[in-house]
Nanobody, 130 residues
Framework: QVQLVESGGGSGETGGSLKLSCAAS????????MGWFRQAPGKEREGVAA???????VYADDVRGRFAISQDKLKTNLYLKMNGLQIAETGMYYC????????????????????????WGQGTQVTVSQ
């Protein structure tokens, strides 16, 4: 079983930066893919960024070029560097891990879909103000 713990959330100003971290423990192996998801008030949980098994970075259209996802070699730490923060990006940010999403062909279209992941952290709140 995989356990995930997020940290690094807090308040930020519009245009500012934050870096989120996710510490992973348990059954971490090469067939696990991980990503970041956001649930804003009154909205469904949505994918922000994810890493495919080959290291390919996948981003939501509205954060591409501003956010950067990264991971250490052993997959024990996942990061999300958030630049140019916008008010609409306020929400609870969750780290997630999945196995089925990490196998098979044409994985990228599924990597930002929350229902493809089975393990979730408790989340870290990000609040962006003017």
């Amino acid at each position: 079983q995989v356990q995930l713990v997020e940290s690094g959330g807090g308040s930020g100003e519009t245009g500012g930066s934050l870096k989120l971290s996710c510490a992973a423990s348990g059954d971490i192996h090469r067939r696990i893919c991980m990503g970041w998801f956001r649930q804003a008030p009154g909205k469904e949980r949505e994918g922000v960024a994810a890493l495919d098994s080959d290291g390919t970075e996948v981003y939501a259209d509205d954060v591409r070029g501003r956010f950067a996802i990264s991971q250490d070699k052993l997959k024990t730490n996942l990061y999300l560097k958030m630049n140019g923060l916008q008010i609409a990006e306020t929400g609870m940010y969750y780290c997630a891990a999945g196995e089925t999403v990490c196998v098979g062909w044409s994985r990228e279209p599924f990597l930002l879909q929350p229902n493809e992941y089975g393990t979730w952290g408790q989340g870290t709140q990000v609040t962006v103000s003017q």
